[in-house]
């Protein structure tokens, strides 16, 4: 595989998140880190290509470097649509920076999910409560309503912002009922959140941590198969905190740079910062302004549908940066709370589908509404994943004939290759480490064996047992590790958990 280089940028980071925080201005919920790299026998050509992007729009930089600032929030109002033409150019240009050479990992985190994450951390899913619905929702509800008496006080480790949530919800039922068919769903939700805020313990701490997008990082490297790696940080000062963020998930040979040094970095930022203002400008137009908003349908604007051929060409280009180059199944990492992320991936692929700018121009008092539709059904299918608990990592490619499962045994592509669990003597105990099944839907079992896990087929009498039990972990109760009595008698296959 080669060794890799990659840098780390962020973007709408907080150092502490607090009152004059969220409160500011220029604030905005979500937390976004990007990860851009290469096998390191490309980075001389990548360094010579990316040198010669900032020289032509010198004139734009700033301390000697070409930074995302140089694009403002402001320009990016109703997306690309209100780019002038050196903004297209330059956007263009870095966008063509990206191939089948680089690899891209990006992170949107909410950072009101992490204080709601603290507010139910000792509460797990389980039969009856489905508590990462439950954190979801809340969320949401508090991005998309921004209750003023909620985020004044969201930082306050007292008792009064379970009150305060309490009272909001109550109120806000009472609000949507004057549209009831159409907030049907979210009175159902904030009635089961009121029940549930009724045992809820208060918060312990509200200091931020990085940790989060550098778990995305792991996993992405994991599923690249990426062994042999570097990872520059942007240097934020003395502390050193996100590169301790990186160390403590497990990440190795991390260093810390200057940015001015490391076109990696610099590379890392302007994408960061184009992503974080079109989710920024996304999230603003779709944001309620008025209190009697809240009851309908918002949609976009159709400014941003009144776009030209290179503005649709650059949504193309954005489309490919985003979802298309290199894709993997953790290139985009979020936390429960992806709603900003979700309808910018659906916006692009929206765009992305249209040939001409002029079949957009075509309808364009409708765009607004086609989209609405689009966007909704993307988050409904998010949420529907969301309430599948099965743990699904994936496979990465491998040459044998089998890859390894979580728990690190081997599992057969073609089941029957797959070891048959023997009942010697018509009963044996295992120390069961997760059940599943195979393509073909035969029961397998992960049993741990001494010093390592294998993988079984069961006997396909026990498949309902299986299903079962699946079907439990499905909805957040999860019965292993566990001891379990396998047996066979003349009546059949048996299977009882000790």
Not at 14 to 19: A, F, G, H, L, T
Not at 264 to 288: E, F, P, T
Request: aromatic share 12%; net charge negative; charged share 25%.
């Amino acid at each position: 595989m080669g060794n890799y280089n990659f840098y780390y940028d962020e973007s709408e980071h907080s150092r502490k998140i607090n009152q004059k925080t969220i409160t500011a201005d220029n604030y905005y919920d979500s937390f976004i880190a990007v990860v851009v790299g290469w096998n390191s026998e490309n980075e001389v050509d990548l360094l010579r290509r990316y040198v010669a992007f900032e020289e032509k729009y010198q004139h734009r930089q700033s301390k000697g470097e070409l930074k995302s600032t140089t694009i403002k929030q402001s320009q990016l109002k109703s997306g690309f649509a209100s780019l002038n033409h050196d903004n297209i150019c330059l956007l263009e240009d870095f966008l063509a920076l990206f191939d089948d050479k680089t690899l891209i990992y990006y992170a949107v985190i909410s950072k009101i999910e992490y204080i709601i994450r603290q507010l139910f951390e000792d509460y797990k899913n389980s039969l009856f409560v489905d508590m990462d619905a439950m954190k979801y929702s809340i969320t949401k509800a508090l991005v998309l309503y921004q209750p003023t008496e909620i985020i004044e006080g969201l930082y306050e480790n007292t008792d009064e912002l379970v009150t305060l949530l309490k009272i909001f919800f109550k109120a806000q039922i009472e609000k949507d009922k004057a549209n009831e068919s159409l907030k049907q769903k979210e009175i159902e939700q904030f009635s089961q959140i009121l029940i549930l805020l009724d045992k809820v313990s208060t918060i312990r701490t509200i200091d931020w941590n990085y940790d989060i997008s550098f778990v995305g990082f792991k996993k992405y490297l994991a599923e690249k198969a990426i062994g042999n790696y570097s990872l520059t940080i942007d240097k934020e000062g003395e502390n050193g905190n996100t590169a301790k963020a990186a160390e403590r998930v497990g990440l190795r040979t991390i260093a810390e740079a200057d940015s001015f040094n490391s076109f990696g970095i610099r590379m890392a930022d302007m994408l960061a910062g184009v992503i974080s203002k079109l989710l920024k400008a996304l999230h603003n137009a779709l944001q309620y302004t008025l209190p009697e908003e809240q009851v309908h349908k918002k949609i976009l604007d159709k400014s941003w549908f009144m776009i030209n051929e290179r503005q649709l060409a650059l949504y193309k280009k954005m489309h490919n940066v985003v979802v298309e180059v290199n894709k993997a199944c953790y290139k985009a990492f979020a936390g429960t709370y992806s709603d900003d992320l979700i309808v910018l991936i659906a916006f692009l692929q929206f765009m992305n589908h249209f040939e001409m700018a002029e079949a957009i121009k075509s309808d364009i008092d409708m765009q607004g509404e086609y989209f609405n539709a689009y966007s909704c059904k993307s988050l409904a299918d998010y949420y529907e994943r969301m309430r599948n608990k099965l743990s699904i990592d994936p496979i990465v490619d491998t040459s044998n004939d089998y890859f390894l499962n979580q728990r690190g045994a081997k599992v057969y592509y073609d089941s029957n290759k797959q070891p048959l669990l023997e009942f010697k003597n018509g009963r044996i105990v295992c120390d069961v480490l997760a059940v599943g099944f195979s393509r073909e839907m035969i029961p397998l079992i992960t049993i741990a064996e001494a010093s390592e896990a294998k993988c079984y087929r069961l006997p396909t009498e026990l498949a309902d047992w299986a299903m079962t039990l699946v079907g439990f972990a499905n909805m957040g109760e999860n019965l292993f590790p566990s001891k379990v009595m396998f047996s066979h008698t003349k009546d059949g296959c048996y299977a009882d958990i000790l």
